[in-house]
């Protein structure tokens, strides 16, 4: 991997089993005015930086979706959506267990 890529720990089991509490992330950070499309990122919301799930809708709402179940999904209205602060998309992921899954095969292990 090239050492510009940034990595973030997961503290929670929210996207379990995506990813579990204690397993990292190497992210593609965003740039100014980057088009963003449904898919997996760090984001920040209300002060917590945190891996969800984004998808948009046809009429501009847009959800993040937590893949355990005890957190669903969120919902942002098109106007809503300001509130949500996007950090990096997620290219990688290493698991507690030493194994790992590239997300997209450009990036190199």
Known sequence: MTPTKNIFLIEDDNMKPFVSKGDLVVFEPMALNQRVYNGVYIVE????????????????????????KENDTIKFK??????VIFIGHVVARYF?????KIDYPHIEP
């Not at 046809?58 to 937590?66: A, T, V, W």
């Not at 098109?78 to 509130?83: I, L, N, S, T």
């Not at 507690?96 to 790992?100: A, E, F, T, V, W």
Request: hydrophobic content about 30%; cysteine-free.
């Open 45 to 68: 919301y209300r002060g917590k930086k945190q891996v969800v799930r984004v998808q948009f809708l046809i009429r501009g709402d847009m959800l993040l979706i937590f893949d355990n």
């Open 96 to 100: 507690k267990d030493g194994s790992y």
């Open 78 to 83: 098109y106007h809503e959506r300001g509130r």
